[in-house]
């Protein structure tokens, strides 16, 4: 992508379950946090923060004091509101506490489709459009993490995500016979990046020693 997503950028990362979303969000703030000295904030909605840090571990990307994480937990204890408290309200309200009070360069969010099963809508479009920049003007770059099935070409759930976010990274899983077997392979594609002279082709994808890299030839 010619250097990669562009500073204050809001980025989708798109692909089915176990296409490895959230190993690579947390991936790219837990690298650029090591290399940078950027701060970031992942906001996991579905796995505590334990479960979440076993996970990475294990793909050797081990606790890094530049990456925080908020859990799903830890965020029902600072939003309030009764059975069905604003959820998009009261998380960018917490998103502008912790930057204000320690501050962050990048943020994940995995993932809007739990944070949507948490939400009382009533103008989704409208309420969705306003959630985006309430992010925006936080002023820093941002990941949403969105489930998207295999033979799925749209992006969010109600049609207006992938509008509003400058990029879509699209992870793909694909069937291929090796000798007698099956495998499904990982390929990314860059579907959108505004500002960016991008290829519109899907590479294979690759991770060792928590490392992502894409093979070309």
């Known amino acids: 992508m010619g250097g990669g997503v562009p500073g204050r950028s809001i980025?989708?990362?798109?692909?089915?379950?176990?296409?490895?979303?959230t190993t690579l969000a947390y991936s790219v703030l837990y690298h650029n946090a090591r290399t940078s000295r950027l701060k970031?904030?992942?906001?996991?909605?579905?796995?505590?923060?334990?479960?979440?840090?076993?996970?990475?571990?294990?793909?050797?990307?081990?606790?890094?004091?530049?990456?925080?994480?908020?859990?799903?937990?830890?965020?029902?204890?600072?939003?309030?509101?009764g059975e069905r408290p604003d959820w998009l309200g009261g998380l960018t309200a917490q998103l502008r506490r912790y930057r204000d009070e320690v501050g962050f360069d990048l943020l994940a969010l995995d993932s809007l489709d739990a944070l949507y099963a948490l939400t009382t809508f009533t103008n989704p479009r409208n309420e969705i459009f306003h959630f985006v920049e309430e992010l925006r003007a936080l002023g820093g770059t941002a990941f949403l993490l969105v489930e998207s099935p295999r033979d799925q070409a749209r992006f969010g759930?109600?049609?207006?995500?992938?509008?509003?976010?400058?990029?879509?990274?699209?992870?793909?899983?694909?069937?291929?016979?090796?000798?007698?077997?099956?495998?499904?392979?990982?390929?990314?594609?860059?579907?959108?990046?505004?500002?960016?002279?991008?290829?519109?082709?899907?590479?294979?994808?690759?991770v060792e020693k928590g490392r992502f890299a894409i093979v070309t030839k």
């Open 11 to 21: 980025a989708m990362i798109c692909g089915p379950a176990g296409s490895l979303k």
């Open 40 to 81: 970031g904030l992942f906001i996991s909605m579905e796995q505590g923060r334990e479960s979440l840090l076993a996970h990475m571990e294990a793909f050797g990307l081990g606790p890094d004091p530049g990456v925080a994480i908020v859990d799903v937990a830890a965020l029902r204890q600072a939003i309030k509101g």
């Open 157 to 206: 759930q109600h049609g207006v995500e992938e509008f509003l976010a400058d990029g879509i990274l699209h992870l793909r899983l694909k069937e291929a016979d090796v000798g007698p077997s099956t495998t499904v392979r990982r390929y990314l594609g860059v579907v959108k990046m505004r500002g960016v002279n991008h290829p519109m082709d899907y590479y294979p994808l690759v």
